[in-house]
């Protein structure tokens, strides 16, 4: 079968048809590119190019209150800065991860209300000129085409008010939450419908969404149909209007929720955190007809050449079958992975991940 470009490969996986090889698309953290950079990795080369993976051009725009993002402290270690959705965190510089979060301005009904006037669907909120310089030659090179969405559990509890906080409003005052998913949804839905009606189209929405951790989850089934099905259903069936896919990104043990994720339209479903309790083989021969599946792959492993090519020789062929897969690790890829490393899995992705 011929080479074919980064679109081609997507949509026939997501169309659950074989293609020349299964696509590669991971996250390394920034302190995993510094690595690589110290090992050989040219500097101003971006990976994706270094490695010969697959592109895929991201469509965003900004749907926060616009509070003043400021930096508040800076070490050679770590930055403590504020952020356009109200929260503080600290970052550390050269260690991969989540920041820590240590304080946020929404944390009741007054201050939702206060920041909810804020967010108003401009025009500026939209990168026009990143647009203007690079979507043509993307969509010419035939990269897939993702928008991201910013909205629901997960960057509520996380950027906006707080884990412990939303869990517990979650019971005392489910209105409040579901008002916060539902505004951060359609000021995103209203920036995104300007974008598209510019001439910017997009093939797929991925929105990050974690509803588990390990071993179980966050909120029941009944509440998440509840509270926040009907939500992810309303951005699903705006971009299945559009020809668009949908594509969610839920870390940890998410196994309960997977027979509504199927029944809200989801077309597709990341990271299957194997370390959580996610057993992709498994979930590709009871749900493979019916979304397609992005990672899998024990990122535990992969500084561990013999394990993780064994997991590989595993996963890669049941994962491929009759398409519906992209490869990638079952979270990113942390800085333990060294240079030489990654080159040999994503190599052999590319060998087991082949249709030839």
């Known amino acids: ?38 090992e050989g990795m040219p500097g101003g080369v971006n990976y994706v190019d270094y490695f010969d993976l697959d592109h895929v051009f991201s469509i965003s725009a900004d749907n926060s209150p616009r509070y003043e993002a400021k930096t508040i402290e800076e070490t050679d270690a770590y930055s403590i800065t504020t952020t356009p959705w109200g929260a503080t965190l600290k970052n550390w510089k050269h260690a991969g991860g989540v920041p820590e979060f240590l304080d946020f301005t929404i944390v009741d009904r007054p201050s939702w209300e206060a920041a909810k006037a804020r967010m108003q669907p401009d025009r500026d909120r939209i990168d026009w000129n990143h647009l203007g310089q690079h979507y043509r030659r993307s969509r010419e090179r035939g990269d897939w085409i993702v928008a991201h969405l910013w909205f629901g559990f997960d960057v509520t509890h996380s950027w906006m008010v707080g884990t412990e906080r939303l869990l517990m409003a979650l019971m005392t005052d489910p209105e409040w939450c579901v008002d916060i998913f539902e505004t951060h949804l359609d000021l995103h839905i209203q920036l995104m419908d300007m974008i598209w009606d510019a001439g910017y189209h997009f093939d797929c929405i991925t929105w990050p969404d974690d509803m588990g951790f390990k071993g179980t989850q966050f909120f029941s089934v009944d509440m998440y149909r509840e509270l926040l099905k009907p939500v992810h259903k309303k951005a699903i069936d705006w971009a299945h209007a559009k020809g668009a896919l949908a594509h969610l990104h839920s870390c940890g043990d998410v196994n309960p929720l997977v027979p509504d994720l199927i029944d809200a339209g989801f077309d597709g479903l990341n990271p299957l955190e194997v370390k959580a309790g996610m057993a992709p083989v498994a979930l590709k021969r009871q749900y493979g007809d019916k979304l397609l599946f992005h990672g899998g792959v024990n990122a535990v492993l992969w500084n561990d050449l013999e394990a993780i090519e064994a997991e590989m020789k595993t996963v890669v062929p049941a994962m491929k079958e009759h398409g519906g897969y992209i490869f990638a690790s079952d979270h990113s890829v942390p800085e333990s ?18 249709y030839a």
């Open 1 to 38: 079968m011929s080479s074919m470009s980064t679109r081609e490969r997507f949509q026939r996986m997501y169309a659950h048809r074989e293609a020349d090889r299964v696509p590669i698309l991971d996250s390394p953290w920034a302190s995993t590119i510094e690595r690589w950079h110290r």
């Open 337 to 354: 992975v060294s240079l030489e490393n990654f080159r040999r899995i994503t190599d052999l992705a590319k060998s087991l991940g082949s």
